[in-house]
């Protein structure tokens, strides 16, 4: 099994989720501006957790632009992915697109815990406060984008250790 | 460096707490009938086979998951000294990678089959965000293929060293 290419197409399934889930987003959201009715798709926390209606639509508003943000980051990936695939470890693009794909990761992910803990702080009726799966995944992506960032100074190193190599020669 | 250490295995103390408490408590309920939050009383002879083993496939990931996350802490310490070229670490990542990967393969399969569990058991069917696996099958897919990266960059340190 090629552990990149099943790592191209994984990151190609979620990229298509999240960018179908981001524009439903939008379109409802769209629709609730324009003041359309509608009851097949509603939003994902229920308006009476919140204490206005207003908080809701910005607490979803902020989401949908941090979930961009982590499509960003995995479209960087899955262009970083794609020259790995080539076999071209020493490549500045690649170097560059690791490091920033891991920078956004890790900005959209603590974005999202903020958004999240002070929408249950300010916004909230009722709070719930412990270690969930949530929680989990937001330190799982802080953790890869780390990652990310780290190897792409690894690869800054062993580029530094080719090219001399290259003119030993 | 130390309180990097410090911080990164208090989290991992604390990560592995949750997740044995989360098993102790599902596993005493689903597998002897002794329930600590009353959630169902639940009588273990009543409890089919298949959420017993559903139980179980999940227990098996979580511990996959945490034996994973220690593996490749415990070689860490490599990689912030700034020894990338070690044939420890190369090692290391391949190992952690398959055990992130196949945990992500067991998890992910056992939360789509609690998707049709009865409501009353999903007290006991905590950390099954499907988020969180498929996050965890990236990651091993990448160790894996940082592996290759690393394999390519020791042949080429070799090289340099020995042209000197």
């Known amino acids: ?169 | 460096m130390r309180k990097l250490k410090l911080g990164i295995s208090t989290l991992f103390v604390l990560l592995s707490i949750a997740v044995l408490t989360n098993i102790v408590f599902s596993s005493s309920a689903i597998f002897f009938g002794k329930d600590f939050f009353y959630k169902i009383y639940p009588n273990s002879e009543l409890i089919s086979t298949s959420v017993k083993i559903l139980l179980a496939l999940k227990i098996l990931a979580l511990l996959i998951f945490v034996y994973a996350v220690f593996l490749f802490i415990k070689e860490m310490r490599l990689f912030s000294m700034g020894q990338f070229f070690n044939s420890k670490l190369v090692k290391c990542f391949s190992r952690s990678g398959w055990l992130f990967f196949i945990s992500g393969h067991l998890g992910l399969i056992t939360s789509f089959f609690v998707f049709f569990l009865d409501f009353r058991y999903l007290a006991y069917f905590q950390i099954d965000s499907k988020s969180l696996y498929v996050m965890l099958m990236i990651i091993g897919l990448f160790l894996i293929l940082f592996r290759k990266v690393l394999e390519n960059g020791i042949y080429l340190k070799q090289e340099n060293n020995l042209t000197i």
């Open chain 1, 1 to 169: 099994m090629n552990s990149a290419k099943t790592l191209y197409s994984i990151l190609n399934i979620i990229m298509f989720l999240l960018l179908g889930a981001i524009g439903l987003g939008i379109f409802v959201l769209a629709l609730m501006l324009f003041g359309v009715k509608q009851d097949f798709i509603g939003l994902k926390y229920d308006a009476l957790v919140f204490k206005t209606k207003a908080t809701l639509y910005v607490f979803t508003f902020l989401e949908l632009v941090v979930y961009v943000a982590f499509v960003v980051a995995l479209w960087k990936l899955r262009k970083a992915t794609k020259l790995l695939l080539k076999k071209d470890f020493y490549n500045n693009e690649l170097i560059i697109e690791m490091f920033t794909s891991g920078q956004l990761m890790v900005l959209s992910s603590v974005a999202l815990w903020f958004i999240d803990e002070i929408g249950n702080m300010f916004y909230k009726r009722q709070i719930t406060l412990g270690l969930s799966e949530k929680t989990l995944v937001y330190l799982l992506i802080i953790a890869i984008g780390l990652f990310l960032m780290l190897f792409s100074t690894v690869l800054r190193d062993t580029k530094a250790i080719k090219e001399e190599n290259d003119l030993t020669i």
